[in-house]
């Protein structure tokens, strides 16, 4: 790995630190202006995720060897260092060398001294948060809605990069999203509302499927994202919770509800360190308005498919036991096949199970 390419890393882990750039915007952005080889920019794409996802365990490693307060820059070289010694295996010569040269030149002494002693030191972890590099309140969620060797195992597979899927049409699209789109079960012809569809992965795949779908979303920017994927599909800015559809008027209804994410930790390195534990019960109540709002909608016999990339229970269970006690006329179809675990009524998806995303989905028919 070339010189410039460690300082890239080393820029895009203090811009996300310091400024809060997303990480999976910032970095293809910063790549796209080098002139690096490919080689080197899957170099410093794995570098910058992986710091970025084990940071809190980065931190502990060096943290054992540091007695004053660092400025950022001193820090993220420490964890960029930490990274590569404990989570890549790199020789020392190689990973602290290296490290060093692009650290602040007043610190250089430091992160050499301290990554050294990283490099040969044993770790004894404190705890699994701390081990797994979460904050406390993810693992904590977690643990307490699956059970602790369901919530580890996820939160391990979210520390390794996604695999790349891709579409027969060449969309790249998690399996398990691709799986949503079938289980919604349109066939040609039949009309489906997809009241939260950016960037448009399940809406052009069932659109592909035959289907007649109408996309909507509630942010306008990101309306245009559907048009971009699909010029061809009626999109509109509308609030789910406000559908503006005639009642009655679908075969299908697919509210791919705004959701925690912690399914998807894997493909946003830094969302762990954004989302707030105050999330999954905040957004509980706008996706009980939502499902609500989609219900009228189904015409006799039509199906409502609610989906997150999500495993909490209140996002999850809860939803459907909200139903179950608002719109009891609605009956739960089976769910799919494995990898899915029938959860209550609905069907869950671990991203241990097949390697994909983590999601939940529901399934229910109106009466005929
Ligand atoms: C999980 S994403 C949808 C992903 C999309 N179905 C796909 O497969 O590409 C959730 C979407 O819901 C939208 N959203 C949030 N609140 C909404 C609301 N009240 N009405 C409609 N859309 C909403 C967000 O803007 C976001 O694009």
């Known amino acids: 790995m070339t010189s410039s390419s460690r300082l890239l890393a080393l820029d895009a882990l203090d811009r996300i630190d310091r400024d809060g750039a997303y990480a999976n915007l910032l970095l293809p952005d910063l790549l796209g202006r080098s002139d690096l080889e490919a080689r080197d920019r899957n170099f410093v794409t794995e570098l910058v995720y992986g710091t970025t996802r084990m940071r809190r365990a980065c931190d502990f490693l060096v943290d054992r060897f540091v007695t004053r307060e660092l400025d950022l820059r001193v820090r993220n070289a420490l964890r960029l260092g930490a990274y590569q010694l404990h989570f890549l295996g790199m020789p020392p010569h190689a990973a602290v060398g290296e490290t060093v040269e692009v650290a602040p030149k007043l610190a250089r002494g430091l992160v050499n001294a301290v990554l050294r002693r990283v490099s040969g030191a044993p770790v004894t972890w404190p705890d699994d948060a701390t081990r797994l590099s979460y904050p406390d309140w993810i693992v904590e969620h977690l643990v307490a809605d699956l059970g602790s060797e369901d919530a580890i195992g996820a939160l391990e597979v979210m520390n390794t990069a996604p695999g ?4 027969a049409d060449g ?35 069932l659109a592909a499927a035959g289907a007649t779908v109408v996309a909507a979303d509630i942010r306008k920017a990101r309306v245009g994202l559907i048009r971009g994927n699909a010029p061809e599909l009626p999109v509109l800015a509308a609030d789910a919770a406000r559908p503006p559809f005639r009642p009655g008027s679908f075969d299908h209804v697919l509210l791919d509800a705004p959701c925690s994410g912690l399914g998807t930790l894997r493909r946003r390195p830094d969302a762990r360190w954004r989302i707030d534990a105050a999330s999954p019960e905040r957004l509980a109540v706008v996706q009980r308005s939502l499902v609500d709002a989609a219900v009228p909608l189904l015409r006799p016999g039509g199906t409502l498919v609610y989906s997150v990339c999500t495993l909490t229970e209140a996002e999850t269970t809860g939803i459907d036991d909200h139903l179950a006690s608002s719109s009891p006329q609605l009956v739960s179809l089976a769910p799919p096949a494995g990898p899915w675990d029938p959860h209550g009524r609905g069907s869950r998806l671990l991203p241990q199970a097949a390697d994909t995303d983590g999601m939940y989905l529901l399934r229910l028919r109106a009466p005929a």
């Open 164 to 167: 790349v899927t891709e579409r």
């Open 171 to 205: 969309y790249v699209q998690d399996l398990a999203s691709q799986w949503v789109a079938d289980a919604v079960g349109a066939t040609p012809g039949e009309r489906v509302a997809d009241l939260c569809a950016a960037p448009g992965g399940k809406a052009t795949a």
